[in-house]
């Protein structure tokens, strides 16, 4: 079994910061790419940003040069720094890891932290 597990979500004024954690535990072997990703109410589900094992990221255009993806490999934690938060950036945030098990690697994912931007 693996977990995935979010928390750092809240309630935030518009320009200002929230840090969110992702915390992975199991049977892991190793862990390949991570991310965040966002649901928006009457939205579809969306990238965010990821990282991959070696530490190359990815941002979606909307968060470059706000947000910042960071990873413990050591310690299976997943880190997403927002900063500059906007109203638009309202939504349920889901980490999402490729996990290694055994002789198998599958995508897990967490059930989610709600971020909510105020004007």
């Known amino acids: 079994q693996v977990q995935l597990v979010e928390s750092g979500g809240g309630l935030v004024q518009a320009g200002g910061s929230l840090r969110l954690s992702c915390a992975a535990s199991?049977?892991?072997?190793?862990?390949?790419?991570m991310g965040w990703y966002r649901h928006a109410l009457g939205k579809q589900r969306e990238l965010v940003a990821t990282?991959?094992?070696?530490?190359?990221?990815n941002y979606a255009d909307s968060v470059k040069g706000r947000f910042t993806i960071t990873r413990d490999n050591v310690k299976n934690m997943l880190y997403l720094q927002m900063g500059s938060l906007k109203p638009k950036d309202t939504g349920v945030y889901y980490c999402?890891?490729?996990?290694?098990?055994?002789?198998?690697?599958?995508?897990?994912w967490g059930q989610g932290t709600q971020v909510t931007v105020s004007l």
């Open positions: 999402n890891a490729e996990v290694r098990r055994f002789t198998t690697t599958s995508p897990y």
């Open positions: 199991g049977s892991i072997r190793s862990i390949n790419d």
């Open positions: 990282i991959t094992a070696g530490g190359s990221t």
